[in-house]
Nanobody, 121 residues
């Protein structure tokens, strides 16, 4: 079955860095674009960034451009999000996501359970 498992979250001071990982299994990872979302306390989930299947193109939420970097390793079925220059407003649960076709089924959204990033002094 499809599994997306995030890791790497934690408590970091403002200006610090973290690297989030998402381990994918149960589907042909290299065929699909992948996405990072986040949900801050009391707020709706929002798009953070995306990467195409080959990894050659990425897109980002305006407020994280220049600070966050998405990458992937298709040989390892891994998705990454490098978070630099972190701000308190980056505090959120971060999720990886993709819309995946399994067998003859219609495409479905799959989400990981998330990893918590807390930015605080």
């Amino acid at each position: 079955q499809v599994q997306l498992v995030e890791s790497g979250g934690g408590l970091v001071q403002p200006g610090g860095s973290l690297r989030l990982s998402c381990a994918a299994s149960g589907f042909t990872f290299s065929m699909y674009p992948m996405y990072w979302y986040r949900q801050a306390p009391g707020k709706e989930r929002e798009f953070v960034g995306s990467i195409v299947s080959t990894g050659v193109s990425t897109a980002y939420l305006d407020s994280v451009k220049g600070r966050f970097t998405i990458s992937r390793d298709n040989a390892k079925n891994m998705l990454y999000l490098q978070l630099n220059s972190l701000k308190p407003e980056d505090t959120a649960v971060y999720y990886c996501q993709s819309k995946i076709v399994i067998g003859t089924n219609a495409p479905m959204d799959y989400w990981g359970k998330g990893t918590l990033v807390t930015v605080s002094s």
